[in-house]
């Protein structure tokens, strides 16, 4: 497994020139880093002039590329695990900072539950689109190499190899990336590092934490989907994903807090541990594919009355139920249609103030303090865990003095997206196959 290196961090400058005298200081087993969401100042996909609805319907059509594609794995099963390609949702609601090689070469990428493959455009390119960030030239980095036919990443992709190891990774909308499947240190910023006891670090800055011989996808063939941003990070359960790549360093564990502002937090290891007397657990089932995170709902309350879900339509057994996967990368929340109606009816009996509209989704309120006035949902899953969601999390404003509902249906599958999960403490134990959540002020961890 990848070694982990912790050093003091002032400056780039200074980690730079300080990087080959450094030595090994123990195996770090956690470290925390800051997500940005794609609508924040901070992103580079931020657009300044867009307005409540424009960031609505926006986020509306980045959740319907991200449902065609699990509709697609998991009723039509039109993509099977034998294409020698990876096939990957349209990502993603958030972006983390990542430095590759030696010297680090610091990018922006998106963060994807919903996918494995790590990757990033590469030079020498031969079509690659425009990002904020330079494009990663391999040749500059000392630590840099291609993955041989006969490693096991290579093997996994089941793409004919001769001498270099070709990826090739489609997406919903049919745009690609492709490349050399390939080798390098990755570096993170470790925010959290100022509360550790770590040898030779008695400052209270930040420390990058590095790991050797992580493997992406060198992408000199892109097309223009990711247009601002350097490329992906999947936090998928599969064997490319960073999170199995760093396997034991972390204990095969991650967690994320996404604050109401649109930033957030991501963990890995002994910091994605929630310390919590309100948490909640549930199983976490794979059903064959080990990227997806697939959970069993049981039940849905509005305020204290519950909607009658049929018994067993989410369990994950179940072959003529309804998959519901937990995806930090889908703003909106989707359920199959027969438990859709059920929530909408329960809404509308609840729900005192005047519709937009015949479909109850809308709702016309004076000030955006009157969302208090409508009651919580709870999502019961499995082993009695029970998942509260405020109507801030569950409602959005699209209009001054307009609000809709961030939950829509379609014929049979469901996701439990990022809008809910705000101010939640999620953490995925991928050694123990369980989901652990607590609520809390994600702005502030």
Known sequence: MSNAIVIPFHDLTFFLSSLFCLSLVGSITGFRLDLIHRDSPGSPLHDPNASSYDLFRQATLRSISRLQHFNSVFVEKSFSSKLKMIVTPIPSEYLMKVGIGTPARELQFLVDTGSDIVWTQCLPCTSCFNQTSPTFDPTKSSTYRKIGCSEPLCKYLQMPCTNDCQYLAAYADKTYTKGILSSDTFTFQDISANTKNIPSIKTGADALTSFEGIGFGCGDNNSKTFS??????????????????????????????????????????????????????????????????????????????????????????????????????????????????????????????????????????ETLGDLAEIPNMTFHFYGGADWIVFPENSFVEVFEGVVCLTTWSVASFSIFGSNVQRNMNVNYDLENEKLSFAPAQCNKI
């Open 228 to 365: 601002a941003t350097d490329g992906l990070v999947g936090l998928g359960g599969g064997p490319m994903s960073l999170i199995s790549q760093l396997g034991n360093s972390i204990n095969k564990t991650f967690s994320y807090c996404l604050a109401p502002s649109g930033s957030g937090k991501l963990s890995f290891g002994s910091d994605a541990l929630i310390s919590s007397s309100y948490i909640k657990s549930t199983p976490i089932f794979r059903l064959g594919d080990p990227t997806y995170y697939i959970l069993y709902l049981q039940e849905i309350s509005v305020g204290l009355n519950r909607i009658g879900i049929p018994s067993g339509f989410f369990d994950p057994n179940n072959p003529n139920g309804s998959k519901l996967v937990i995806d930090s990368g889908t703003p909106m929340n989707v359920l199959a249609q027969v438990v859709y109606d059920l929530l909408i009816q329960a809404l509308r009996e609840a729900i005192k103030h005047p519709a937009t509209n015949d479909s109850g989704l809308c709702y016309k309120m």
